[in-house]
Structure formats: C-alpha cells, structure tokens
C-alpha cells in the first residue's frame, strides 16, 4: 500500500513538472521550396515517458490503442492487486488466529493457511502483471518512437518524389542501378 501511494506521489510531482526533451528533429530541404519539417520523435523521450507513467510513450508516438490496453492492463492489475490484498490480509489473520487459538486441530489450521497462501499467491500474480506491463511499456515505447520515425520519414520522401515527378524529373531504385531521368512530354 506505501508503494502504491508513493508511486502516486511521484507520479502527479512529475506530471506537474514541465518536461522538455529534444523531440523533434527538423528536416531541412531546398531553398527553392518552402521549408517543410518532418517530425521526429525521441526514442528516449518516449522511454521516460512510459518510464513515468506506462502507456504515456506509446500515446506520445501516436499508438493509441496499444497506450489504451496497456493503461487498462495496469489499472486492472492494480485494482486486483489492492483486493487480494485486502482478501489476503484477512484470511492471514484469519490463519493467526485459528493457530493460535487451536493449534491441535491441523485442519482448521490448514485451511485457513491454504485460503491465506491463495490469497497471497493472487496478489503476487497481479504485482508481476502490473510489473511485466510497465517493463514492456517502457521497451515498447522505444521500438514505437522508431518505428514512427521511419514511417514519417518514408512519408517524406514519398512526398519529395513527387514533387521531381511534378517538375519533370524521373528517380528510380533498381537492386543494380539508381537513375535520374529528365522527362518531358510533347
């Protein structure tokens, strides 16, 4: 419960900071055309992120639904948590008393100890999930800021390519050659 509340702290002191990283990289073209950019996401940036708060770098690099699932996995593993918690500090409690109250009766006290050791069996399967989540959280957002930087860069010079197919000019990419064409129509 301490852990929790302290990691709720953290998170509204950070959240309450303002937060500048180098996330965006401006692409530089001709002089002739009008300045375009192209935006670049920092891997890092979206690391400490999804450090801070996991899902935050997925949402950053513009993957909504994976930031959404990850936000609902934690949310529902941090709920389950807290309840086996509670479940589990009763049937624990539950266990001490009857062992100490009747400790001949091995019965009683067995099943009071196998409730309390399901209980806490739960409670550790929903920290490992909440845990797995934010490590994979964390790396996720990195190969997300990646790819994202590449599919905007491909857009990009998607872009580029037809504005010389507009002016004239012919580019081509063959596994042996790479050519420049002047084409015109009459």
């Given amino acids: 419960m301490r852990?929790?509340?302290?990691?709720?702290?953290?998170l509204m002191l950070s959240l309450s900071l303002p937060v500048s990283f180098a996330e965006t990289i401006e692409a530089q073209t001709n002089s002739t055309e009008p300045e375009k950019s192209v935006r670049q996401i920092s891997p890092i940036a979206t690391m400490v992120r999804s450090t801070l708060f996991p899902g935050w770098g997925q949402f950053h690099s513009r993957?909504?639904?994976?930031s959404g699932l990850i936000l609902f996995t934690m949310a529902t593993s941090t709920v389950g948590a807290y309840f086996a918690q509670r479940s589990f500090a009763n049937h624990y409690n539950d266990y001490v008393f009857?062992?100490?109250i009747a400790p001949e009766d091995a019965e009683i006290v067995l099943a009071s100890y196998d409730k309390a050791n399901q209980s806490y069996k739960l409670r550790m399967f929903f920290i490992y999930t909440a845990?797995?989540?934010?490590?994979?959280?964390i790396?996720?957002?990195?190969?997300?800021?990646?790819?994202?930087?590449?599919?905007?860069?491909?857009?990009?010079?998607?872009e580029d390519a037809k504005q010389?197919?507009?002016s004239g000019l012919q580019v081509g990419?063959?596994?042996?050659r790479l050519y420049l064409g002047v084409v015109k129509t009459f």
Avoid: C
């Fill in 98 to 100: 009857n062992a100490s």
């Fill in 63 to 66: 993957n909504y639904f994976r």
């Fill in 173 to 176: 990419v063959t596994p042996s």
């Fill in 139 to 158: 790396m996720d957002s990195y190969v997300s800021a990646n790819f994202y930087n590449a599919s905007s860069k491909i857009h990009s010079i998607q």
């Fill in 131 to 137: 845990l797995g989540t934010w490590v994979y959280s």
């Fill in 164 to 166: 010389l197919e507009k």
């Fill in 3 to 10: 852990f929790l509340l302290t990691f709720l702290i953290l």
